[in-house]
């Protein structure tokens, strides 16, 4: 099909002509006919579609509808899209009744791709910080290792609000609980977030005391002039961390420690002077071993 022709039948389907050497921006209602046709004739000069991005657009509409964002549909002077084409991709899987309102720009530099600064990307902390502005990066970092815990869902621009809000109690809990144990802290300066996530999901199963008795028996442990030992269970989980974690990265450190934790407090709750076997391996430690008993399990919940 020619040029000519492509414009020609584009203009039966469409309700404008995507080509213009005039910019211009005008709202459109966009069937799902309409976006197939836009892909497959007006899409020549685009990156890649990812298909994971299309279905997690495609699941949005489909529990959320269509909301009306603002983000524009766009089309360079030569006719070609520059941006939608993954919402455009969802928008083409959905029922062939159904109508999507869209902006559309037409008109756009071709060179802007490539001379334009492109925008900030959108993290949670934008979106959480959008609503609550005195909210803290830490105060995140840790709802994001909670999430990660718990196995249901990683924070996102989509949960990021409502888990923040869910967890907000929690979170400031556990700051103020952890620097109670400036030890500790240092020890696990890289995994704070974890060991925090950790003290935050106790409190919230019931666990919060038996945490802090572990936590007050490492802490002493991790003082230079303490008399060693502390506790059996203090002695061997730092023993244990020692020559486990060195050889990993700081990702598989802290899947490792938030077991660790939770093997401890599954120890408290039998013998709460810590004077009780670890005895773990790092076999064991791992989520298809961990998720069978125990707080990690309830943690799951």
């Known amino acids: 099909m020619t040029t000519t022709q492509t414009q020609s039948n584009s203009l039966r389907i469409l309700p404008f002509n995507p080509k213009s050497d005039i910019y211009d921006t005008f709202k459109v209602d966009i069937t799902p006919e309409m976006a197939q046709h836009i892909l497959d004739y007006f899409n020549k000069d685009n990156r890649k579609i990812s ?11 489909e529990n959320d509808n269509w909301l009306l964002d603002g983000q524009p549909m766009t089309f360079n002077t030569d ?5 939608f084409q993954h919402r455009l991709a969802a928008i083409a899987k959905c029922a062939q009744d159904r109508t999507f309102t869209v902006i559309v720009v037409v008109g756009v530099q071709p060179e802007c791709f490539s001379k334009t600064a492109t925008n900030k990307k959108r993290n949670p902390i934008d979106e959480i910080q959008r609503k609550y502005s005195k909210a803290h990066k830490d105060e995140v970092s840790i709802l ?70 572990f936590l007050e028996l490492l802490d002493n442990e991790l003082e ?21 974690a060195v050889d990993l990265s700081n990702e598989k450190r802290m899947d490792v420690l938030y077991s660790m ?20 391996s790092p076999s064991n430690l791992e989520h298809n071993e961990m998720e069978k008993q125990g707080v990690y399990r309830k943690f799951l919940a």
């Not at 006719?79 to 941006?83: I, P």
């Not at 400031?172 to 802290?185: A, P, Q, T």
């Not at 230079?224 to 486990?244: G, H, M």
């Open 144 to 213: 994001g290792d909670i999430l990660k815990r718990q196995r249901k869902w990683r924070l996102s621009m989509q949960n990021a609000i409502s888990s923040y809000e869910n967890w907000f109690k929690n979170i400031s809990n556990s700051l103020k609980v952890s620097g109670d144990y400036e030890n500790l802290m240092d020890k696990f300066s890289l995994q704070r977030k974890t060991v925090r996530g950790y003290v935050a999901l106790c409190e919230r199963y019931g666990y919060l005391e038996e945490c802090k008795t």
């Open 79 to 83: 006719g070609n899209l520059t941006e």
């Open 224 to 244: 230079e002039d303490a008399d060693s030992p502390i506790s059996t269970l203090s002695t061997q989980f730092i023993n244990f961390w020692n020559s486990t």
């Open 261 to 280: 934790l939770c093997v401890a407090t599954d120890r408290i709750i039998m013998r709460d002077d810590g004077m009780i076997e670890l005895d773990v």
């Open 51 to 61: 298909k994971s991005q299309v279905n997690k657009i495609f699941r949005s509409i």
